[in-house]
């Protein structure tokens, strides 16, 4: 078999992984909507508009933080030793400084970081090695080691801030929703945003919707409530159903259609305050390639494109929006024998949009090793990162958001 025609194959536990076992949180705050190998949740703070919303983009599977942004410098790297096949030459990398380059199909994010929008952490993670993707992703979204609370850090988030909308949790596709977003907030589902509404209810002249309310509007007991709340909900949600569908304008690829999805609940200005999107397909072992074939390649193009169009396609709300991108876990130093890396620890995160102090690099990088067990290590808690977008645009409680957790200064956004 040639290079060229390598398959990716990931994991027996991350392929054992369905979209159902991997994100289902019972009840939970948020919307989903299944979109291939993307999902998105969508939790509205207030059926008004919101001063800030929070885009949590989960890159499935553990990317691999040293082919997004590669420590070109390091003796490791440059010299071939760690990635003698996979690792990409340094007069390839983009927005270098000396110590950082971008992966080169990351090139349609370059205008978002020329005008310090776009920025990235390297070293950040858990603050120990889990290398067990289903054990990691409830770690990163629980957020509260310790705890024997089933709870996601979004959902907190969620609790945190202002506002009773019946919106504050909404599923559209088949209610599945991450971890993080797992917690007492109420939920809401339907198929695809255009399906919002009572099933029959715009096919009528109105009698449907005034018989629905009939029947529940004076029914006491939980049913009840719960039925008026979504009456109100669906009517509220009915800005968004009015926007423009631009997703001819995105990459025809799942994570494009998703982002299309959240740019339409954004515009919409219903208050939303926190959206995640879960994308998959990260993970690696064989297959990874160089800059000619393989599943990185094409994996940073989609997730570059998707993210530009993304930006481009917000409008007036995108003074609002900031994104934050990152894995469960990061992969090795050294390359594997199938072209591939295995299960690694530290990892880069992405931040976009509103608030962020782009065009530069943060964490801190200490010289890493050709050993085949070698990890990028983790210098900076993960949550550190979430804390500076929590508290800096959606004015909520780091406290209360990740109990117990003391975040060092990362500098990565602005009103610090």
Request: some cysteine; proline content about 6%; aromatic content about 6%.
């Amino acid at each position: 078999m040639s290079p060229t025609s390598r398959p990716t194959a990931c994991c027996p536990e991350y392929a054992r992984l369905t979209r159902r076992s991997l994100f289902t949180g019972g009840l939970a705050a948020g919307a989903a909507t299944v979109l291939g190998s993307a999902v998105v949740t969508a939790a509205p703070a207030a059926a008004a508009s919101a001063d800030a919303v929070m885009v949590v983009l989960s890159l499935r599977g553990a990317a691999d933080g040293l082919s997004l942004v590669v420590p070109y410098n390091d003796p490791v790297i440059a010299d071939g030793s760690a990635r003698p096949r996979i690792g990409i030459p340094p007069g390839q990398l983009l927005a270098t400084d000396g110590t950082f380059g971008l992966h080169p199909e990351l090139s349609p994010l370059l205008p978002l970081w020329d005008a310090g929008e776009l920025a990235a952490v390297h070293a950040t993670g858990l603050p120990a090695p889990n290398r067990s993707h289903f054990a990691a992703m409830e770690e990163v979204e629980d957020a509260n080691p310790g705890s024997d609370r089933r709870e996601g850090w979004l959902n907190r988030l969620v609790g945190n801030l202002p506002g009773s909308s019946p919106l504050q949790g909404f599923a559209v596709g088949n209610g599945v929703v991450p971890t993080s977003l797992y917690g007492a907030q109420p939920v809401m589902s339907a198929s695809d945003v255009e399906s919002v509404g009572f099933a029959g209810a715009k096919d009528d002249d109105g009698s449907r919707l005034r018989s629905l309310h009939t029947l529940w509007d004076s029914t006491p007991g939980n049913l009840g409530t719960a039925m008026r709340s979504a009456f109100a909900s669906a009517e509220d949600f009915s800005p968004v159903q009015e926007t423009v569908d631009r997703e001819r304008s995105y990459p025809s690829t799942d994570l494009g259609r998703a982002l299309s999805e959240v740019a339409r609940i954004i515009r919409g200005d219903v208050g939303v305050g926190v959206i995640t999107v879960d994308q998959g397909d990260w993970d690696m072992h064989s297959g990874l390639g160089t800059l000619e074939w393989g599943a990185m390649q094409r994996n940073a193009a989609e997730l570059a494109q998707a993210l530009a169009a993304f930006f481009a396609d917000l409008g007036d709300q995108r003074r609002k929006v900031t994104l934050v991108a990152f894995s469960e876990f990061g992969r090795r130093v050294q390359e594997n024998a199938n072209f591939g890396l295995d299960h690694g620890y530290g990892n880069a995160m992405f931040l976009a949009g509103a608030g962020v102090k782009g065009g530069r690099y943060y964490g801190t990088m200490p010289p890493l090793s050709a050993d085949l067990d070698a990890d990028v290590p983790v210098t900076t808690d993960y949550r550190s990162v979430l804390s500076e977008i929590v508290t800096t645009r959606l004015k909520a409680s780091r406290a209360e958001v990740f109990p117990g957790f003391a975040p060092e200064h990362v500098g990565v956004m602005t009103g610090l």
